[in-house]
């Protein structure tokens, strides 16, 4: 998810599009956030 921001906010820069940089900004956080943050927390249940 962080290199298609990535790829997004190049192309966004290239292109005179703002909405390709605006995309590619937010999918490089939630990307970020995601990375760093467990989803359903870090501890394993065993039964």
Do not use: C, E, K
């Amino acid at each position: 998810m962080v290199v298609l921001g990535l790829i997004l906010l190049i192309l966004g820069i290239l292109l005179p599009q703002s909405i390709l940089t605006t995309i590619g900004l937010i999918l490089i956080v939630v990307g970020l956030i995601l990375n760093f943050v467990p989803i359903g927390g870090s501890s394993r249940r065993v039964f």
